[in-house]
């Protein structure tokens, strides 16, 4: 499975970013896709994930900012982030889990997210 993480960039404290994951593989195969951020010095961390039957995991810091959601016809999952604070700062890694007989794990390639102030 290939992620391709897109819609980083630079905003400002109170704007909003889309960030994008496209798969390789339909999503209906994917148990969860979603995001993970890790900011300088800090570990990485959950920011959201949907499953494949449509149910949604948010960390507390984002919840009523932060929208996952999922275009299957594109199998494409997307991130709304909204009211994004100096401390969303971090890069934000694509992430997917895929359960056939063994469970399997896949990663993204990174895209910054700077909030300025």
């Known amino acids: 499975v290939q992620l391709q993480a897109s819609g980083g960039g630079l905003v400002q404290a109170g704007g909003s970013l889309r960030l994008s994951c496209a798969a390789s593989?339909?999503?209906?195969?994917?148990?969860?896709i979603g995001w993970f951020r890790q900011a300088p010095g800090k570990q990485r961390e959950l920011v959201a994930q949907?499953?494949?039957?449509?149910?949604?995991n948010y960390a507390d810091s984002v919840k009523e900012r932060f929208t996952i959601s999922r275009d299957n016809a594109k199998d494409t999952v997307y991130l709304q982030m909204n009211s994004l604070k100096p401390e969303d700062t971090a890069v934000y890694y694509c992430?997917?889990?895929?359960?056939?007989?063994?469970?399997?794990?896949?990663w993204g390639q990174g895209t910054q997210v700077t909030v300025s102030s």
């Open positions: 992430n997917a889990v895929v359960v056939t007989f063994v469970r399997a794990e896949y």
């Open positions: 593989v339909s999503t209906f195969s994917i148990y969860t």
């Open positions: 949907i499953s494949s039957g449509g149910t949604t």
